[in-house]
């Protein structure tokens, strides 16, 4: 690789990497683990695949998987009892949006989630909340209301499943999900 | 017991023991007693005369289930007792019994059997009732519910719910089954198996069907499931998630959570998926919907005051919202007693969720339970025990506890997560 790489674009590549190997149905890992990831530093020398080397078109489909493209970022975390997309993640929903709007026929299907802490169906409406928020955003970054759906999983797909506030952290989550992936 | 002494009676009645001995095609919940009531009757339920084998495998049923109730304390009577011979009273007193059960079992012809039993009063020495069933060898379990039925609502003035069925829902790797089994957890059967989560169980007032939610489409989806045929079909499906579905008593209509429109919000609904209809709206979350038993109220969370609380609403659209739970700041799924006197709900106390029942005519709560993550009470469908979701080491454990806190149980499947439990209405 030619190109010097972000710091934050490492750290995405490499725990993409490690989740494609662990299980590919998985969503992509969170990007505030930065320490975990790179303690495991033997997994940076995984072979880059075909799909990631030669052209890169920023809004095309191949985008969506390619870990250099913004595109293969999915999930947006939340603090606890909170619903608002964090300034944080403005340019990524932008960049979502913006491939939305160039790609009329393609559909996102937004899964919010939630922690473990309490009833399940209100954890339900808690992660449409946080779906609801992520799907809002996109509205006014371009995306149409028939390209979107906000569901939600509340705390019945945990990423993480122990009962600590890290852990928490990593299921306040809104994963966005295009065409052919749901 | 001599396994050539087993071997021989099995031989002598396949079916039976095909049923009774054979290990559970799936993990069974097994039940342990926690907690008993204060004041137990001292009740003797003799050995059934018959066949040995299958005489003891009956009883040994109905003094579990009477055991379970919490409500006797079980007397040891040495020795069988025929349905037509006269109890011991004097040696039953000297034993401490108050009451007598008594029966037989015999051949009735074509694999069928014939069972009688017979309560007695021992201090009035007095017949208190009798009662027979003719019933095939794979009925034995359901007879011995009957009669632990006919024993507790003879002795106690209240419906026995022995014979009820509950649902649940066991999470193992990657797998997760909507099960159906007896209340004491035997017989377990799969209604549904599915790799994606399924949540939100209820049982239609007439015990034939199950709603539930299914995540199996990516995202919350509620089916009615027949249980006789196996067949089942979408009750709704809108854009966005669908969610908590309760029966109106008439059977008819499902109430339950859309996001349709926006955040998560109560309709009506036609069981047949029909007639969508809003029930109300509020800025914020609406959630976990449960018809008032005479069908005039919907209890229902929402934070539209700031934190999660119970209201309750007209059935019919168009009413105004009172708010029922002020303490705390999380009380959810509320469930109200079989004869609306009373409301379980989960409440949140220092971090932990425990099951709370509230007086709906003084507004006074108690606390029933001592774990930390409470969930999904449902009650049996007399009102005496209410059987809810938990926690123990880490691991989804069912539990039961009475309404007046004593009596406690522990449900648990070997190796897997146990959760969302619904106790099925009365049967006949």
Same mark, same amino acid.
């Given at each position: 690789?030619?190109?010097?790489?972000?710091?934050t674009?490492?750290?995405?590549? &490499?725990?993409?990497? &490690?989740?494609?190997?662990?299980?590919?149905?998985?969503?992509?890992?969170?990007?505030?683990?930065?320490?975990?990831?790179?303690s495991?530093?033997?997994?940076?020398?995984?072979?880059?695949?075909?799909?990631?080397?030669?052209?890169?078109?920023?809004?095309? +489909?191949?985008?969506?998987?390619?870990?250099?493209?913004?595109?293969?970022?999915?999930?947006?975390?939340?603090?606890?009892?909170?619903?608002?997309?964090?300034?944080?993640?403005?340019?990524? &929903?932008?960049?979502?949006?913006?491939?939305?709007?160039?790609?009329?026929?393609?559909?996102?299907?937004?899964?919010?989630?939630?922690?473990?802490?309490?009833?399940?169906?209100?954890?339900? +409406?808690?992660?449409?909340?946080?779906?609801?928020?992520?799907?809002?955003?996109? &509205?006014?970054?371009?995306?149409?209301?028939?390209?979107?759906?906000?569901?939600?999983?509340?705390?019945?797909?945990?990423?993480?499943?122990?009962?600590?506030?890290?852990?928490?952290?990593?299921?306040?989550?809104?994963?966005?999900?295009?065409?052919?992936e749901? | 017991?001599?396994?050539?002494?087993?071997?021989?009676?099995?031989?002598?009645?396949?079916?039976?023991c095909?049923?009774?001995?054979?290990?559970?095609?799936?993990?069974? $919940?097994?039940?342990?007693?926690?907690?008993?009531?204060?004041?137990?009757l001292?009740?003797?339920?003799?050995?059934?005369?018959?066949?040995?084998?299958?005489?003891?495998?009956? %009883?040994?049923?109905?003094?579990a289930?009477?055991?379970r109730?919490?409500?006797?304390?079980?007397?040891?009577?040495?020795?069988?007792?025929?349905?037509?011979?006269?109890?011991?009273?004097?040696?039953?007193?000297?034993?401490?019994?108050?009451?007598?059960?008594?029966?037989?079992?015999?051949?009735?012809?074509?694999?069928?059997?014939?069972?009688?039993?017979?309560?007695?009063?021992?201090?009035?020495?007095?017949?208190?009732?009798?009662?027979?069933?003719?019933?095939?060898?794979?009925?034995?379990?359901? %007879?011995?519910?009957r009669?632990?039925?006919?024993?507790?609502?003879?002795? %106690?003035?209240?419906?026995?719910?022995?014979?009820?069925?509950?649902?649940?829902?066991?999470?193992? %790797?990657?797998?997760?089954?909507?099960?159906?089994?007896?209340?004491?957890?035997?017989?377990?059967?799969?209604?549904l198996?599915?790799?994606?989560?399924?949540?939100?169980?209820?049982?239609?007032?007439?015990?034939?069907? $199950?709603?539930?939610?299914?995540?199996?489409?990516?995202?919350?989806?509620?089916?009615?499931?027949?249980?006789?045929?196996?067949?089942?079909?979408?009750?709704?499906?809108?854009?966005?998630?669908?969610?908590?579905?309760?029966?109106?008593?008439?059977?008819? !209509?499902?109430?339950?959570?859309?996001?349709?429109?926006?955040?998560?919000?109560?309709?009506?609904?036609n069981?047949?998926?029909?007639?969508?209809?809003?029930?109300?709206?509020?800025a914020?979350?609406?959630?976990?919907?449960?018809?008032?038993?005479?069908?005039?109220? #919907?209890?229902?969370?929402?934070? !539209?005051?700031?934190?999660?609380?119970?209201? !309750?609403l007209?059935?019919?659209?168009?009413?105004?919202?009172?708010? #029922?739970?002020?303490?705390?700041?999380?009380?959810?799924?509320?469930?109200?007693s079989?004869?609306?006197?009373?409301?379980?709900?989960?409440?949140?106390?220092?971090?932990?969720?425990?099951?709370?029942?509230?007086?709906?005519a003084?507004k006074?709560?108690?606390?029933?339970?001592?774990?930390?993550?409470?969930?999904?009470?449902?009650?049996?469908?007399?009102?005496?025990? #209410?059987?809810?979701?938990?926690? #123990?080491?880490? !691991?989804?454990?069912?539990?039961?506890?009475?309404?007046d806190?004593?009596?406690?149980?522990? $449900?648990?499947?070997?190796?897997?997560?146990?959760?969302?439990?619904?106790?099925?209405?009365?049967?006949?």
């Amino acid at each position: 690789m030619s190109t010097p790489l972000s710091a934050t674009t490492k750290v995405v590549l &490499l725990s993409l990497t &490690l989740l494609l190997a662990a299980c590919g149905s998985q969503p992509p890992a969170p990007e505030q683990n930065p320490a975990g990831v790179e303690s495991r530093t033997p997994a940076a020398a995984a072979p880059v695949t075909a799909d990631t080397v030669g052209k890169f078109d920023p809004l095309s +489909a191949a985008a969506l998987k390619d870990p250099r493209s913004p595109l293969s970022r999915r999930s947006i975390y939340f603090d606890y009892d909170s619903f608002i997309v964090k300034d944080e993640y403005q340019t990524l &929903l932008a960049t979502h949006g913006k491939f939305l709007a160039a790609n009329p026929a393609m559909k996102m299907l937004i899964q919010g989630n939630a922690d473990e802490r309490g009833s399940r169906e209100y954890n339900l +409406a808690l992660g449409q909340k946080r779906a609801e928020a992520v799907k809002k955003a996109l &509205l006014l970054l371009g995306g149409r209301e028939d390209q979107l759906e906000a569901v939600s999983l509340g705390k019945e797909k945990p990423a993480c499943t122990e009962s600590t506030e890290e852990c928490w952290g990593k299921n306040r989550r809104a994963d966005m999900l295009y065409s052919g992936e749901f | 017991m001599k396994p050539s002494r087993l071997a021989l009676a099995c031989l002598a009645s396949l079916a039976l023991c095909s049923s009774l001995f054979a290990p559970a095609t799936r993990a069974q $919940l097994s039940i342990e007693i926690t907690g008993a009531g204060a004041n137990r009757l001292p009740l003797a339920v003799a050995d059934f005369s018959g066949e040995r084998i299958i005489a003891q495998a009956l %009883t040994s049923v109905v003094r579990a289930d009477l055991d379970r109730s919490g409500l006797f304390r079980l007397i040891d009577t040495g020795s069988p007792l025929a349905f037509d011979a006269t109890p011991p009273y004097a040696d039953l007193k000297q034993r401490g019994a108050d009451a007598v059960a008594s029966g037989s079992i015999a051949a009735a012809g074509d694999g069928r059997y014939q069972t009688q039993v017979r309560l007695a009063d021992v201090p009035k020495q007095a017949v208190l009732g009798t009662q027979a069933y003719v019933h095939t060898g794979t009925q034995l379990r359901t %007879t011995a519910h009957r009669i632990s039925d006919f024993i507790y609502e003879k002795l %106690t003035g209240e419906r026995g719910v022995f014979s009820t069925r509950i649902a649940y829902v066991v999470k193992s %790797t990657g797998r997760y089954e909507l099960q159906i089994a007896d209340a004491d957890g035997g017989n377990p059967q799969a209604a549904l198996a599915s790799r994606e989560p399924i949540i939100s169980p209820v049982w239609s007032p007439d015990g034939s069907k $199950l709603a539930y939610v299914s995540f199996e489409a990516k995202k919350p989806v509620v089916y009615v499931h027949d249980l006789a045929s196996g067949r089942r079909h979408v009750a709704a499906n809108f854009k966005g998630s669908n969610s908590a579905p309760a029966w109106s008593p008439d059977g008819k !209509r499902l109430a339950l959570v859309l996001t349709k429109d926006g955040n998560s919000q109560l309709y009506l609904v036609n069981v047949d998926g029909s007639g969508a209809t809003r029930l109300a709206s509020s800025a914020g979350i609406d959630t976990e919907p449960r018809f008032s038993p005479d069908g005039a109220y #919907i209890y229902f969370t929402s934070d !539209r005051g700031g934190s999660p609380q119970i209201y !309750r609403l007209p059935a019919t659209a168009g009413g105004t919202a009172e708010r #029922i739970t002020f303490e705390g700041n999380y009380n959810v799924t509320p469930r109200p007693s079989p004869d609306g006197k009373s409301l379980a709900y989960i409440t949140r106390t220092n971090g932990r969720f425990q099951l709370a029942l509230m007086d709906l005519a003084t507004k006074q709560a108690q606390i029933l339970t001592d774990s930390a993550k409470d969930e999904s009470p449902s009650f049996a469908p007399n009102g005496r025990m #209410i059987l809810y979701a938990t926690e #123990i080491n880490g !691991r989804g454990v069912l539990a039961a506890v009475s309404s007046d806190g004593r009596v406690k149980q522990k $449900l648990s499947v070997q190796a897997a997560d146990v959760r969302e439990p619904a106790w099925g209405p009365l049967v006949n």
